[in-house]
């Protein structure tokens, strides 16, 4: 039987396509771009369609296995038509939360309910720094899960630690160091008063501040506009949500709650 794993007519047309595309890209500036775009846009794995027969055209044996695949192997997975609500523009605090093009961002680290990988109690924090993800457990071995982007000061903490307060819209006061390194935000000192809450503010539309054995850790959880910075290590900052998952994880946290950071 042909294996069922043999590249389906489709997938072919379209590594055609990319190394036409490739061939050319050195000897003309002419192409059409939404081709271009579709042809080298990312490919993820996606367990759930790999191994899936295609099929079989009508006539056809089907001891030489299937003709075409009905569901690619791999690819973007189909981002649920929910996204549009949770990432649309909304008003909160008197402020404006831009809309998040949810489409432009890995689908891993879209906000989505996945098994607990910890065990932790439910209500638990646990940022996975490493693969940049932030769970809030939940009831039934669940849990809650956040891309987030880990800037320097997002690595220098880890262990156990609680969610001492939290502030909707919070006011941004730089550390003494980054005052240093970068004088001009000396108008933004705690003496000064720190910068005003909005959304260009550092610390976006809210702020989870993690205190452990009664001290301040000066780690935070927080959001940001810079939408194209989760999935990865930023230049500075703790850790980053987009705005509205931010938001959201700031609904489900109490005061008092324990977290994790690994």
Not at 92 to 100: E, I, R, S
Not at 224 to 251: F, H
Request: charge should be neutral; glycine fraction near 10%.
């Amino acid at each position: 039987m042909a294996s069922e794993f043999l590249l389906s007519r489709r997938r072919l047309l379209r590594l055609s396509g990319l190394a036409a595309v490739s061939g050319l890209a050195g000897c003309t500036s002419s192409m059409n771009t939404d081709r271009f775009r579709w042809e080298t846009e990312p490919v993820y794995r996606n367990p759930a369609l790999e191994g899936v027969p295609g099929p079989i055209l009508e006539g056809r044996d089907p001891d030489q296995g299937p003709y075409e695949e009905a569901m690619l192997p791999t690819g973007i997975p189909n981002l649920d038509p929910q996204y549009a609500a949770i990432y649309d523009t909304r008003i909160d605090g008197g402020f404006t939360v831009p809309q998040v093009p949810y489409r432009k961002i890995d689908a891993r680290f879209l906000r989505h309910e996945v098994e607990d990988p910890f065990g932790e109690a439910p209500g638990t924090i646990i940022v996975d720094t490493a693969n940049r993800y932030l769970y809030f457990t939940l009831p039934g071995g669940r849990a809650m899960r956040y891309g987030v982007s880990i800037g320097r000061e997002g690595f220098a903490w880890n262990g156990r630690g609680v969610i001492q307060w939290k502030q909707a819209w919070p006011r941004w006061t730089p550390p003494d160091s980054m005052i240093e390194r970068q004088p001009e935000l000396a108008k933004y000192s705690a003496r000064k008063g720190g910068m005003a809450p909005g959304i260009s503010n550092p610390l976006g539309a809210r702020a989870l501040y993690i205190f452990q054995n009664g001290e301040d850790t000066l780690y935070r959880l927080h959001g940001t506009p810079e939408w194209k910075s989760i999935g990865r290590a930023a230049s500075s900052g703790c850790v980053r949500l987009i705005n509205q998952d931010v938001m959201d994880l700031y609904s489900r946290v109490p005061n008092g709650s324990p977290i994790v950071v690994i």
